[in-house]
């Protein structure tokens, strides 16, 4: 009965998307800049990111290169996008 009680609860994280968010919780500035990297056309080096902020089926953070910030989000299927902030 245990077992059972334990694989339904193994289950039910899985799916409720949990460890994903552990992902991201763990994830380092490193792996926010590189993907970042692609949407705002800066390499990763000159990418400082900021105000990390983690959901359950989305993440966002700030984004800032040369000068210019940029609003960034990953959603649930890893697709990230980056819009810049208004002047």
């Given at each position: ?15 409720s998307g949990c ?69």
């Amino acid at each position: 009965m245990i077992k059972k009680l334990a694989l339904i609860v193994l289950l039910s994280i899985v799916l409720s998307g949990c460890l994903e968010a552990i992902w991201k919780a763990t994830a380092t500035t490193e792996e926010y800049q590189r993907v970042t990297e692609p949407a705002i056309g800066c390499s990763y080096e000159e990418i400082q990111i900021s105000n990390i902020k983690e959901g359950r089926m989305l993440g966002k953070w700030e984004a800032t290169c040369k000068g210019q910030k940029f609003f960034c989000s990953m959603a649930l299927n890893h697709a990230v996008t980056c819009t810049p902030a208004l002047k």
